[in-house]
């Protein structure tokens, strides 16, 4: 029987034989809680929230932790119900309970019978700190933030290869987009190494958007504690995200995760499988969009056709009745011709009454012609008369020349001795020049 000592007694007793006891494993898990029991409970511990989650029973599962270990809790409803606030991964907390084991599992656990915040866990608040310095340099701006393409030539999904969340979002585009291509770029998603896998996986993305012709990213993981997501709260990634030359669709979680990548991201995701399903159209959509512009156009097509048949219509019924169409021309030329003798006899009147009116006039203007003329004459006669040198001659004044007819019009140019004529009024008179005098 093994109630026949007390805990203490039975992890201690030796066998009879000298050998160590032989236990059931139920036997020694109930030992090891007694013994647990006896010598910490109850416990006070404090650390940091990890994976904490809600059941629809009301009772909450989470970890403990600290730099150095873990431990697994369970809150019952009745605890949890009197919290006042709501716990979160990465928050530093105090708790008081009972520490066991879970016997099914054969795992430590501390059963929580309260809890109270202790301030913030390390982890949580770099997160904070590092958050408040992007969003102070601008990096969260919903200003920079780039549409989704509507129709991508090609999806890229930067993870894990052996990530669940990648089994989801291939279903999920194979489902909505069979159509679009999918290129993966593998890179860890937990780990020292994750954050600078995925600062290469984006920018190899971005080196090869040209051939890849990748229009949109999905960074993607499945949930997990925060300590498993920290890579996505990696600085340097946070600005790759932002250099990225295609818009970038961030699903790291679950919906209650947040990572500083969501905030960087151009469209945050709750899921990876709902950042699949932003990012491409079910492909019924495109079908029946397609279909009602193929009957439209086909409306169209119908109309015109019809348009252009009662066209051909009425033409035929003109040309198998040419006739009318003869009359028609008749009439029409008839009324030109008429419009064309109407004009040519009031152009012809209007000639009749210029010349008769230019007629009547003409002798008074040849008259009013010839006096001015006459005028001018006159005029000019007189002007003629001034300039005559007959008119200067005849007040005295002599014209001299030498004997070949060149006039001297200077006392230089002469010489004593030298023949001179001089022209007067009524005649000529052959001089010699005697002496020569400057005035």
């Excluded at 009772?59 to 119900?81: E, I, N, P």
């Excluded at 390390?122 to 408040?132: G, N, Y």
């Excluded at 996505?232 to 990572?259: K, Q, S, Y």
């Excluded at 159209?281 to 495109?286: A, G, K, V, Y």
Aim: net charge neutral; with cysteine.
């Amino acid at each position: 029987m093994v109630d026949a000592y007390s805990s203490r007694e039975r992890l201690q007793a030796p066998s009879s034989a000298g050998a160590s006891r032989i236990w059931p494993v139920g036997s020694l898990l109930r030992a090891i809680a007694e013994s647990l029991e006896d010598r910490f409970n109850p416990v006070a511990v404090q650390g940091e929230l990890s994976g904490f989650s809600r059941a629809s029973s009301g009772h909450c599962y989470f970890s403990l932790k600290d730099d150095q270990g873990q431990v697994r809790c369970a809150m019952f409803r009745r605890a949890a119900g009197l919290l006042d606030f709501s716990p979160r991964d990465g928050q530093l907390v105090e708790l008081r309970g009972r520490l066991g084991v879970y016997e099914p599992r054969g795992e430590l656990q501390l059963v929580v019978e309260s809890m109270q915040q202790a301030g913030q866990g390390s982890l949580f608040e770099q997160f904070l700190q590092l958050k408040t310095r992007l969003d102070a340099e601008g990096l969260f701006s919903s200003a920079r933030k780039r549409p989704l393409p509507i129709m991508p030539r090609a999806i890229g999904v930067v993870t894990s290869l052996g990530a669940a969340a990648l089994h989801d979002v291939v279903t999920a585009l194979q489902r909505r987009a069979p159509h679009i291509p999918v290129v993966i770029y593998p890179a860890s998603v937990q780990g020292l190494q994750a954050a600078g896998e995925l600062r290469s996986a984006l920018l190899k993305a971005a080196e090869r958007q040209a051939i890849d012709q990748v229009d949109v990213l999905l960074l993607v993981r499945g949930g997990g504690a925060m300590e498993d997501l920290w890579a996505f709260n990696d600085e340097l990634l946070a600005r790759t995200i932002i250099a990225t030359p295609m818009p970038v669709v961030c699903g790291v979680g679950h919906e209650t995760d947040f990572t500083i990548a969501d905030f960087c991201a151009d469209v945050r995701a709750p899921t990876p499988t709902a950042a699949a399903e932003l990012c491409a159209q079910p492909q019924t959509s495109w079908l029946v969009a397609l279909e009602q512009f193929f009957s439209r156009l086909q409306n169209g097509v119908d109309r015109q056709m019809q348009a252009a048949n009662q066209r051909l219509d009425r033409a035929a019924a003109r040309a198998s009745q040419p006739s009318h169409l003869i009359t028609r021309q008749h009439g029409r030329l008839g009324g030109i011709a008429q419009s064309l003798g109407h004009a040519m006899q009031l152009a012809l009147g209007q000639e009749k009454h210029r010349l008769e009116t230019q007629g009547s006039d003409l002798p008074k203007v040849l008259a009013a012609r010839l006096i001015n003329s006459r005028h001018r004459l006159e005029r000019a006669q007189l002007r003629l008369d001034m300039l005559d040198p007959h008119l200067v001659l005849q007040r005295g004044y002599a014209w001299l020349a030498d004997l070949e007819g060149h006039a001297i019009t200077s006392v230089k140019t002469t010489h004593p001795g030298q023949p001179v004529r001089a022209t007067l009024a009524d005649g000529q008179v052959d001089l010699t020049v005697s002496t020569r005098r400057l005035i």
